[in-house]
């Protein structure tokens, strides 16, 4: 798991997390789970876990964020 913070752009959601031992550091999430996230917490800054897609099986596999919980939150 990985801390991160979500981040739009271009109308998309996403998650940025500096501290990910691979060279994205981008993550994609569903609108979705963003839009959950900010309407009911102050932070925008999460714990996620990254999942894998291989869509392109030469390439190095490209990773999406699923949002666990926020971290600010739970030390309360």
Not at 40 to 49: A, K, M, Y
Request: glycine content about 2%; proline content about 7%; overall charge negative.
């Amino acid at each position: 798991m990985y801390i991160g913070e979500i981040v739009n752009i271009d109308n998309s959601y996403f998650v940025y997390a500096p501290s990910v031992p691979y060279k994205q550091k981008v993550y994609p999430i569903s609108s979705i789970s963003a839009m959950n996230v900010l309407d009911h917490q102050d932070s925008r800054i999460v714990e996620i876990t990254l999942i894998a897609r291989h869509e392109e099986l030469d390439e190095q596999p490209e990773y999406t964020a699923q949002i666990i919980t926020n971290p600010l939150k739970s030390q309360q």
